[in-house]
């Protein structure tokens, strides 16, 4: 075999130099990444002041502390989404939350609601003994004489909802109750194609009472 003569280590130390290069090359480009990728990731995150303003009334954690306030946590995002939009184009009405709307933008609603639904859902709370057996039946079989179907039926039989329903288990009664007279009155009507208005306009103030005092207590097994 013929030995490398000079022009043969000056190739061979070359490559090597060269293969050295690229090693460094892909460490620094690994590290350059990731001081692109980290200020976005930074980005994600939810600013302090736009938490505050759902915070205050909903609790950081999204369970509310507050009777007739509704708990966020557990709420899937897509319903969180579609109700912070209506309230900013007047399609659901609150002078408190449209007047929070205005410091909120599309980026906020879908970091807030990626938070919330991460959060532990509300601990199911105890009911007025006295309605628990009737709104249990109501939410699980509906009322078949009034043609108002189950709760269960788009919201599951635990409660936890779906992408287009909304959870309900373990949400604050007096919120549910405010809510289903809204429908019936007419008063909330961004329902979808007026489901949750027929419904309401079925069914008496006791039973709706009855359903809210009930699906309080649900733990929502699927969490």
């Given amino acids: 075999m013929a030995s490398a003569g000079p022009q043969g280590l000056d190739g061979l130390v070359d490559q090597r130099r060269l293969g050295r290069v690229i090693a460094l090359a892909g ?17 994600q995150t939810i600013a302090p002041e736009k938490l505050q303003l759902c915070a205050s009334c909903h609790g950081v954690d999204g369970r509310s502390a507050v009777p007739g306030t509704p708990h966020l946590a557990g709420l899937q ?3 969180f989404v579609r109700q912070m939009e209506d ?45 628990l057996r009737k709104g249990k039946d109501i939410f699980m079989e509906g009322i078949v004489a009034n043609a108002v179907p189950a709760c269960s039926g788009c919201h599951k039989e635990d409660g936890t909802g779906t992408n287009r329903y ?6 604050q009664p007096q919120y549910l109750i405010e809510q289903m007279l809204n429908y019936k009155s007419g ?11 027929a419904v309401a306009q079925r069914m008496t103030e006791g039973e709706i009472r009855a359903v809210a005092e009930f699906i309080v207590t649900m733990k929502g097994d699927e969490e």
Avoid: C
């Avoid at 410091?103 to 970091?111: E, Q, R, S, V, Y």
């Avoid at 909304?166 to 949400?171: E, N, V």
């Avoid at 008063?187 to 208005?197: S, V, Y």
């Fill in 27 to 43: 460490q620094l480009g690994l590290a350059l990444a990731l001081l692109l990728i980290a200020p976005i990731a930074r980005a």
């Fill in 187 to 197: 008063a909330r009507d961004n329902d979808d194609r007026g489901l949750m208005r």
């Fill in 166 to 171: 909304p959870r309900l288990a373990g949400q």
């Fill in 87 to 131: 309230f900013r184009k007047g399609r659901r009405k609150s002078p408190v939350m449209q007047s929070i709307m205005t410091g909120l933008d599309d980026k906020d609603f879908a970091l807030l609601a990626t938070h919330f639904r991460e959060q532990k859902p509300p601990e199911p709370g105890k009911g007025d003994p006295a309605m």
């Fill in 77 to 79: 995002t897509s319903y």
